[in-house]
């Protein structure tokens, strides 16, 4: 990336950390309102908590992630076969974007015990419905004379789903997977929330819980930051895909 | 030999074709004109069975191309990938080497790798042309092939269509709204009038041309505008 390009965000992040550490210094509520510099010290005091909270969050959310990712593209893909089977089953994917994951989830805990299963399956509901949209908007959409190219030459269902209808979907699919990138490591947050102090070793949501009753506020900002900059590597790790499978033809990556 | 018997079309209530008879020789070049909505497209996908007409009764060789005004060529393939795109569908063999003759053929050689994107609009319909043409196929059917291209363009592609018909000796049915067009490539044009689509009138170029060869230098000849301007007022009777 070229260096201007980085500048001016660059120039947000300082004007916000600089305006975060005077207000910090002005009200001097270190409990309510530690300054940048005491975050940053966190993370080398409590390296250990924020890291083994890391690694719990990380694998709950990628795991959930790439479940999602491989589900909704199977679901997607059935959907696509036939009007009727997209009728029949598109309502209940929207109910997935619908229905409130911070109520349900103490249900899924309830019937999946205290385990990370139970964190991975609310990461799974709260990621798969803009997979699966994205990816039926795209198998949907294949160009139509592409369409009828493979019809005029008997081309069976198979071949023109390997061939045609699932390439020209690859956009979509990637545009769907950079919205569950962020959603897969909330989902898992709000999954530890709920399993709570229940668990032995906890993620960052559970760390969260206990920084906040101890009032270790910067701990907690600590620990907001690194579930933050989690959803954030996901993403780019999945905009790099997509700029890696999508820069030599597709608009969208040029 | 093609033969088009009996072809209808409903679309809902509107009716786009009324029982059209078409019969085209063996290594003929036959184009259709007429005014937009009279069905010809819709007459080129029901003889290429893409649009179902239950009392047609089609008759055509085995081997056939379609090509499409928009070239439709798959973007994530590059010219290479793209060119042996169809041989794949049909199972042909020596995918690599009929490539490189049809591409040869066309002026893209040296293009193996760039993607479609990277071609100027010219370019996409002649490797759209090479792929159809690698299948060695008895007959082409070509949907407006050349109406997105620059008017200049436009005529060096028609020569080149003329040369490639004349070398690989297929059968040929051409949609066109250019009548111009049609009369540089055909033996005979096909006139349609709108709503429903039927066959007015079939023009015998050939004949009324008198020129064997169609050369570029035919245009400027005042038999050409006559036969051009004769099909224009055929065509005008229904604005």
């Known amino acids: 990336m070229e260096v201007k390009k980085i500048i001016p965000p660059l120039l947000i992040l300082v004007l916000f950390l600089a305006s975060w550490h005077i207000g910090a210094l002005i009200y001097n509520l270190p409990f309510l309102l530690p300054t940048p510099f005491a975050v940053a010290q966190t993370f080398i005091s409590d390296f250990d908590i924020i890291m083994t909270g890391l690694g719990l969050t990380f694998r709950a959310a990628f795991t959930g992630y790439i479940v999602a990712t491989i589900l909704g593209i199977t679901v997607a893909t059935i959907m696509s076969l036939n009007k009727i089977l997209e009728r029949s089953l598109y309502p209940y994917a929207i109910l997935l974007q619908t229905v409130p994951v911070v109520a349900v989830a103490p249900l899924i805990v309830l019937w999946f015990g205290f385990e990370i299963k139970s964190i991975i399956i609310i990461s799974i509901i709260i990621a798969l419905f803009p997979i699966i949209n994205n990816t039926l908007l795209g198998l949907k959409s294949t160009p139509k004379t592409l369409v009828e190219l493979f019809d005029y030459h008997g081309t069976n269902k198979f071949t023109s789903f390997f061939k045609l209808r699932f390439p020209a979907a690859i956009p979509n699919i990637i545009a769907g997977m950079k919205i569950s990138a962020g959603l897969s490591v909330i989902g898992a947050i709000v999954g530890e929330f709920i399993i709570g102090s229940g668990s032995e070793a906890g993620g960052l949501g559970v760390q969260i819980i206990y920084a906040q009753a101890d009032l270790e506020t910067a701990l907690v900002m600590a620990l907001i930051l690194t579930a933050t900059s989690l959803g954030f590597a996901f993403f780019i790790t999945v905009s790099s895909l997509g700029y890696y499978l999508l820069h030599k033809w597709h608009e969208s990556e040029q | ?239």
């Open chain 2, 1 to 239: 030999m093609i033969e088009a018997h009996n072809v209808s079309k409903h679309f809902d209530d509107v009716q786009a074709l009324a029982e059209v008879n078409l019969d085209i020789a063996t290594g003929e070049f036959i184009s259709i004109v007429g005014p937009s909505g009279c069905g010809k497209s819709t007459l080129l996908r029901i003889i290429a069975d893409l649009v179902e007409s239950p009392d047609a009764v089609i008759v055509k060789p085995n081997k056939g191309a379609f090509v499409f005004q928009d070239s439709a060529l798959l973007p994530w393939r590059t010219v290479q990938g793209n060119v042996e795109l169809l041989m794949e569908l049909e199972g042909t063999d020596n995918k690599r080497s009929k490539a490189a003759v049809a591409l040869k053929q066309v002026g893209l050689n040296g293009f193996e790798k760039s993607y479609p994107h990277q071609l100027s609009g010219g370019m996409k319909m002649r490797l759209s042309l090479a792929r159809s043409l690698v299948l060695d196929p008895q007959y082409i059917l070509l949907d407006e092939p050349l109406s997105a291209v620059d008017e200049l363009t436009r005529e060096v592609l028609q020569e080149e269509l003329y040369d490639m018909w004349k070398k690989n000796k297929f059968t040929a049915i051409l949609v066109t709204h250019n009548i111009a067009e049609a009369v540089y490539l055909s033996n005979r044009v096909v006139i349609m009038s709108p709503r429903p689509g039927k066959i007015t009138d079939i023009v015998n170029i050939g004949s009324s041309l008198g020129f064997k060869e169609r050369t570029p230098d035919i245009r400027t000849t005042s038999k050409f505008s006559k036969v051009v301007n004769e099909i224009a007022g055929k065509l005008r009777t229904w604005k």
